[in-house]
């Protein structure tokens, strides 16, 4: 029972962070029917960002956490407005391309700077591990499944409460009537853009604490993961990307607990097509039909 | 066929042959290195698989991102083939067996994944593609992680050459039949397509299978020339080279997803001198390559010398009238 | 109830919900060969959803489909088209990137059966069954007017033609029934009296039956030789012109139907 508790407990702390980079690749997915291939090297890019700021200064970790995070919402604000608006009326997969194109670059250029040696990843956080009876929760879980579910509480608010979420919704269900009620496209989709790369950043920092080492394509599987976790849920839909996030983790964290760990990305896999052949939407996706 | 087609083909052939023998002759004279050779079989291997993939990706208009597991199957298959069968023209064989095999495969995704269409049929198609990545891994019969060894290494560069021409002859004419037509329609709108007699859900199969087929023979191609085969070779990302060699020829032009197959590959090699440097001009050109021209390098149209000897006389006569214009004003 | 034999098309109690909402109930009508019959009715009022369903593009939730005494309930699309109903789209639906001539080979598609491996070969069998198909593609675009532009992209031609191509592409199976939906939209008053010749010729040439939606009411009352109206997804009147021009309940569906 215990094991148990443990892997489920395991899967929500993965899985967190997935349902973190999640909800990047699903508002980006919502706003501009975009899939970035380039959201997993904004993860690559945060960890490095972490890592240079806790190695090569002292400042505290909460500091070097935020300001890796503002370099990577520069960084992803950046590569929208030079890469993809250009491209906003172009064929689809000429977008998509592109953004294959910028997560090439992201890890050559990182790879160039700082070699494809992985580096370890310095934690320094201390927080005391939590005794529930005979279960043992790191502290570091907690921290981190805290944390997220904060953040998603936090971005909920924003999208339902602020005029700048309201535009992110209105855009995303129609971007011309959006224009035409005076909503500013080009904002609204850059802050999308941002948004999602604060979030792949703290997922990053995140991740680099539980999986401690840092290198140029490490962003490629969880970037991969999430991006499948956001269709589990239904991409568009931040809700299910968060849903998704946690099925995932649990559900890889329960394969490489019981099964085996080499199969556990059959399973991640298997879930996702089984879930589209079944639901194509996703799970808390709707079905919508083309008008004939 | 008429005139017109005729001089375009027959033109069009002189020019193979003149290439063939400009390409062929100093490789048979061993006028040429090893890394050279080597080169050349890999642009040749994917001039196939870029040209399979636009069966799905061009004609088809269907993103698919798993090809490469078709590819590693097709290896696989012909690999054991040539193994365990000592037999005459085992190679033919073995390459035919690989194409079966993926082309099997082909049908066994493409049967629940084309219910999907636009994205959700490129994720389904990526989930397929790592799947059978994984269980590669994990069959002990293709040594599975460790490497299948002791292929052997039987793919020169003529029949490298020669199995380039008769797959992309092949694709070109299946292109140009009335299947081709009901893939194009398909592309173009499926209400349509259906509404005119096309069974679409037959012909998407169709495509999906016959790309898969050709990327078997490629892979068959591949694991002859490695001589050692690892599943992890046919991942994802391999799946994404043969994507963007599709795009950046022009969805649907043959030609241009050879000539992109060949300057993706040959490009990183020449910028070898770089050294650091060359994968980051790589993406630096992907992504100009994608902002300057939106529709790849050669759109949907085929190149041709016919046509090129067309355009310029189009472009001189505008410019005559262009003159003419101005001395009316 | 049995088909009659003497009946073209014939559709009884038909009916289609989506999502709970009853887009159409109780249509009943029926075609005999070779008749012109227009179905009108305010917008919204479910006419282009009788194609879709009697196209198999939707099932319907109720009711049946006949032609020739054969139903056409839960048959395919593709099916649908081979066994004699070709259509047209309200907001014309042609291969853009593929040029006329194709476009009319496309829906020939049938009229051949060599195999791929004889299409890639280019065996004898793929020569013969393309030489039938491009001559009989070629003598439909002669019909319409279209022969100059076999070889120029569908998207290029100017907005009529594209219309007459449509028909084209939708003759070239030889039907035994055809749909036109608003086959005048976006037509001036010399184009939509050409459009009327073209019809009857169509019909006179070819012996189709023709189902048109239209709401261009003289070519209605012009060409129709009966009319069935519908109103909020329901059959309200059937008659000949003359006697449709008369039905209260249509003049009040037309608010006012001063025009009719």
């Known amino acids: 029972m215990n094991i148990l508790l443990t892997q489920l407990i395991n899967g929500l702390h993965v899985g967190s962070v997935y349902a973190l980079i999640a909800l990047g690749y699903t508002m980006v997915y919502g706003i501009v029917k975009l899939i970035n291939f380039a959201h997993g090297d904004i993860i690559m890019v945060g960890a490095y960002a972490a890592l240079m700021l806790l190695t090569s200064t002292a400042l505290p970790f909460g500091i070097a956490a935020v300001l890796s995070v503002l370099f990577c919402v520069t960084l992803g604000a950046l590569v929208e407005r030079i890469a993809y608006k250009p491209l906003r009326n172009s064929p689809r997969i000429s977008s998509l391309i592109t953004t294959i194109g910028v997560s090439f670059f992201l890890q050559n250029s990182v790879q160039m700077i700082f070699s494809p040696t ?26 981190t499944i805290l944390v997220a579910v904060l953040l998603m509480i936090a971005l909920e608010l924003f999208v339902r409460r602020t005029r700048m ?32 790369a604060a979030l792949a950043a703290v997922g990053a920092i995140l991740y680099s604490t539980a999986y401690p080492s840092v290198s140029p394509t490490m962003g490629a599987l969880p970037g991969l993961k999430a991006f499948i976790a956001a269709v589990l849920g239904g991409i568009g839909l931040m809700p299910g990307a968060m849903l998704g996030g946690f099925i995932m983790g649990v559900a890889e964290s329960l394969t490489k607990g019981y099964i085996s760990t080499q199969l556990s990305d059959a399973v991640v896999f298997g879930i996702l097509i089984i879930v589209l052949l079944v639901k194509p939407s996703g799970i808390l996706g709707k079905h919508v039909s083309e008008k004939v | 066929m008429n005139a017109a087609t005729r001089k375009s083909w027959i033109l069009n052939a002189i020019a193979l042959a003149a290439l063939s023998a400009a390409f062929l002759l100093p490789i048979q004279s061993g006028a040429v290195n090893a890394y050279i050779v080597g080169l050349l079989i890999t642009a040749l291997i994917n001039i196939i698989m870029a040209t399979s993939l636009n069966l799905v990706c061009g004609l088809l208009g269907y993103l698919a991102l798993g090809h490469a597991a078709f590819m590693g199957v097709g290896a696989y298959a012909a690999a054991l083939v040539s193994i365990h069968w000592n037999v005459p023209l085992s190679f033919p064989l073995a390459l035919l067996v690989g194409g079966i095999a993926a082309a099997i495969t082909g049908v066994v995704i493409g049967v629940p994944a084309l219910r999907l269409r636009g994205d959700y049929l490129a994720i389904i198609t990526l989930g397929f593609g790592e799947i059978v990545r994984i269980i590669m891994n994990n069959m002990p019969i293709l040594g599975g992680a460790r490497s299948l060894r002791g292929i052997p290494r039987i793919t020169t ?36 397509a259906t509404s005119s007699g096309v069974p679409v859900t037959y012909y998407k199969i169709l495509a999906f299978t016959l790309a898969a087929f050709f990327a078997g023979i490629a892979g068959g191609l591949y694991a002859h020339y490695m001589g050692v085969l690892n599943p992890n070779r046919f991942n994802f990302d391999r799946s994404i080279e043969y994507l963007v060699m599709v795009v950046l020829g022009g969805m649907g032009s043959i030609t241009g997803a050879i000539i992109a ?55 001189r006569r505008s410019a005559q009238n262009e003159g003419r214009d101005h001395s009316e004003s | ?83 004699g109903v070709a259509r047209t789209f309200q907001n014309i639906r042609l291969f853009k990137k593929l040029t006329v001539l194709d476009n009319v080979r496309v829906a020939a598609h049938n009229q051949m059966d060599y195999n791929p491996l004889i299409g890639a070969l280019r065996l004898p069998g793929y020569w013969r069954d393309e030489a039938y198909a491009t001559d009989h593609a070629m003598r439909m675009l002669d019909i319409f007017n279209l022969t100059e532009h076999a070889d120029e992209m569908a998207s290029s031609l100017p907005y009529g033609q594209q219309r007459r191509l449509e028909i084209a592409r939708a003759l070239i199976s030889n039907p035994k029934l055809l749909l036109l939906d608003e086959p005048a939209a976006g037509m001036n008053p010399t184009e939509t009296q050409a459009l009327m010749a073209t019809i009857r010729e169509v019909r006179d040439r070819f012996g189709v039956a023709i189902l048109l939606i239209e709401h261009d009411m003289r070519l209605v009352m012009g060409i129709c030789e009966r009319l069935v109206v519908l109103d909020y997804g329901q059959v309200i009147a059937k008659g000949t012109p003359a006697e449709i021009r008369q039905n209260e309940r249509v003049v009040k569906a037309y608010l006012g139907g001063s025009a009719v």
């Open chain 1, 165 to 196: 979420g309201k535009a992110m919704r209105a855009v995303s269900e129609d971007m011309q009537a959006a224009q035409l009620m005076g909503i500013n496209i080009n904002t609204t989709i850059s802050m999308t853009f941002a948004i999602g």
């Open chain 3, 1 to 83: 109830m049995n088909p009659n034999p003497r009946h073209l098309l014939e559709i009884n109690d038909l009916g289609i919900q989506f999502g709970g909402l009853t887009a159409l109930e109780h249509v009943t009508f029926s075609m005999d060969p070779g008749e012109i019959v227009g179905l009108i009715g305010p917008n919204g009022a479910g006419k282009t959803t009788v194609f879709n369903l009697i196209t198999g593009i939707y099932q319907p939730t109720l009711g049946s489909i006949n032609l020739g005494g054969q139903t056409l309930n839960g048959r395919k699309t593709h099916k649908i088209f081979q066994s």
């Open chain 2, 261 to 315: 197959a060949i300057v993706l590959t040959l490009l990183p090699e020449l910028l070898r001198g770089l050294s650091n440097y060359r994968m980051l001009i790589y993406s630096l050109a992907l992504i100009l390559m994608m902002l300057f021209r939106p529709d790849g390098l050669l759109g949907t149209a085929e190149f041709s010398l016919v046509s090129i000897g067309r355009s310029f006389k189009r472009t």
């Open chain 2, 157 to 192: 560069v003529p029949v490298a050459y020669v199995a380039v021409i008769i797959c992309v002859t092949l694709m070109f004419t299946l292109g140009r039949s009335r299947h081709g037509r009901a893939i194009l329609s398909i592309r173009e709108d499926e209400v349509a």
């Open chain 1, 118 to 143: 992985p580096r370890p990843f310095p934690i320094r956080l201390n927080v005391p591990t939590i005794v529930i009876g005979s279960l043992k929760i790191s502290g570091l879980t907690f921290v």
